[in-house]
C-alpha cells in the first residue's frame, strides 16, 4: 500500500486558507474542496484532513493525522506531547487578559479573588499559579468578551489580534501573557516512510518561508567600492559582480533580508549604487 503522511488542516476558520497556500506554494496540486473531509494529493504523497482546529492536537497524537496545522494557543492548552516542528508565522495573536474599561488593574494580584472567563483554562491556570493569585477560572467555548457585561466575570481572557472586539465590548487589554500564531505539529518520533515524506514537506515548507523574509537586489557600482559590498550585504555565498561595458562600474546581485533592507539600502546609496532593482524571491534553498 502507498504510504502516505496525513496533515490535519482547519477545515473553515482563521487558519485554514493561509495553511493551504502554504502547502499550494510547495508545489503540491489538490482541489481544496471544502465539503470533503480528506482528500489526497495529486503530485505529492499526502492526504489532507479537514478538521476543526480543536480536535487537531489530539487527532494527530491519537495517528488519525501524522502532523497538523493549529494555533500554538490550541497546541499548549492542550498540552499533548507533540512536537512543535515548525513556526509558520501567520495568524499572530496574543492571549491576553481584559477588563471592564473603568476597572482599577495594577498588576496580575489584583485578579485575587475575581472571576475570570476564558476559552483557555489550563494556560490561563498556570499563569495565575506562577503569580500565586487565587481567582476563580471559568470556561467558555466562545463569545468570551461578553461575560463581564452580562455579569458573569469580572475578568477575561482571550485571543485578541486588532483589539476592536475588546474595545467594542468596553473592555481594555491590561496583561499580554503569550504570543500565538500558526505552527505545525507532528507526532513524536514519527519514522520510516512516513518520516520521509515528513522531511520532504518541510525542506519545501522552509524554503518557501525563507524566501518570503528575503529579497533578491540588483544594482550598478562604482568598481573602486567591490570591496566594501561583501560587509555591507552578506548574500547567500558571496554576492554576483559582473563586469558591465564602461568598465568603471559592475553590476551586482545578492540577497538581503527583509529586516536589514532600508540600512542595506542606504548603505548602497552612500557608496554610490545607482539602478537598485528589488524584488521578492518566490523560493529559496541553501
Ligand atoms: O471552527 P473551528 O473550531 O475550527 O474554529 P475556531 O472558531 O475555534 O477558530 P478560529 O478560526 O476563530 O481561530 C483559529 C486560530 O486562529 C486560533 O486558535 C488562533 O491561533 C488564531 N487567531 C488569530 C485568532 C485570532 N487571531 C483572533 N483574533 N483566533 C481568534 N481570534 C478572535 C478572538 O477570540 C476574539 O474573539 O478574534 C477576536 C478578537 O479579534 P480582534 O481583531 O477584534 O482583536
Ligand atoms: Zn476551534
Same mark, same amino acid.
Given at each position: 500500500?502507498?504510504?502516505?503522511l496525513?496533515i490535519a488542516i ?5 487558519l485554514?486558507?493561509k495553511s493551504?497556500?502554504i502547502i499550494?506554494s510547495c ?17 505529492? /504523497? ?12 489530539? $487527532?494527530v ?5 501524522d502532523v497538523g496545522i493549529v494555533g500554538r494557543? !490550541?497546541h ?6 507533540l512536537e512543535i516542528l515548525r513556526d509558520l508565522g501567520f495568524a499572530k @495573536? ?5 477588563? /471592564?474599561?473603568? #476597572? ?13 472567563? %476564558?476559552? $483557555?483554562?489550563?494556560?490561563?491556570? %498556570? ?29 477575561? @481572557? ?17 496583561? !499580554?501573557? $503569550?504570543?500565538s500564531s500558526a505552527v505545525m505539529v507532528g507526532r513524536?518520533?514519527l ?7 515528513l522531511d520532504r514537506l518541510l525542506l519545501r515548507i522552509d524554503a518557501v518561508m525563507k524566501a518570503d523574509d ?25 554576492? #554576483?559582480? %559582473? ?6 562600474? @559592475?553590476?551586482?546581485? #545578492?540577497?538581503?533580508? !527583509? ?28
Open positions: 500500500m502507498k504510504e502516505l496525513r482547519q477545515k473553515s476558520g482563521r485554514s486558507e493551504l497556500q499550494k508545489g503540491i496540486r489538490f482541489g481544496s474542496d471544502a465539503r470533503l473531509l480528506k482528500e489526497e494529493a495529486e503530485n505529492f /504523497p499526502i492526504e489532507f484532513l479537514y478538521l476543526r482546529d480543536d480536535d487537531i492536537p489530539r $487527532y497524537y491519537d495517528q488519525v493525522a494557543n !490550541e499548549d492548552e492542550q498540552n499533548l506531547p @495573536c496574543r492571549l491576553s487578559i481584559a477588563v /471592564p474599561s473603568g #476597572t482599577f488593574y495594577d498588576g496580575l494580584p489584583s485578579l485575587d479573588g475575581k472571576r475570570i472567563a %476564558t476559552s $483557555y483554562p489550563n494556560i490561563l491556570s %498556570t499563569i495565575l499559579k506562577k503569580a500565586a493569585v487565587t481567582a476563580k477560572v471559568l470556561e467558555l467555548s466562545g463569545s468570551v468578551e461578553i461575560a463581564p457585561s452580562i455579569g458573569v466575570a469580572d475578568a477575561i @481572557c482571550d485571543l485578541v489580534s486588532t483589539g476592536a472586539t475588546l474595545a467594542s465590548n468596553g473592555l481594555k487589554e491590561v496583561e !499580554e501573557i $503569550y504570543n513524536k518520533n519514522e520510516g516512510a512516513k518520516r520521509a515524506i528575503y529579497k533578491y537586489v540588483m544594482f550598478n557600482l562604482p568598481k573602486e567600492h567591490v570591496g566594501e559590498i561583501a560587509n555591507i550585504v552578506g548574500g547567500m555565498k558571496s554576492p #554576483t559582480v %559582473t563586469p558591465l561595458l564602461d568598465e568603471q562600474w @559592475c553590476a551586482v546581485q #545578492t540577497v538581503v533580508h !527583509e529586516q536589514q533592507f532600508w540600512d542595506v539600502l542606504e548603505q548602497l546609496k552612500a557608496l554610490g549604487a545607482q539602478g537598485i532593482l528589488v524584488t521578492a524571491i518566490e523560493k529559496m534553498a541553501d
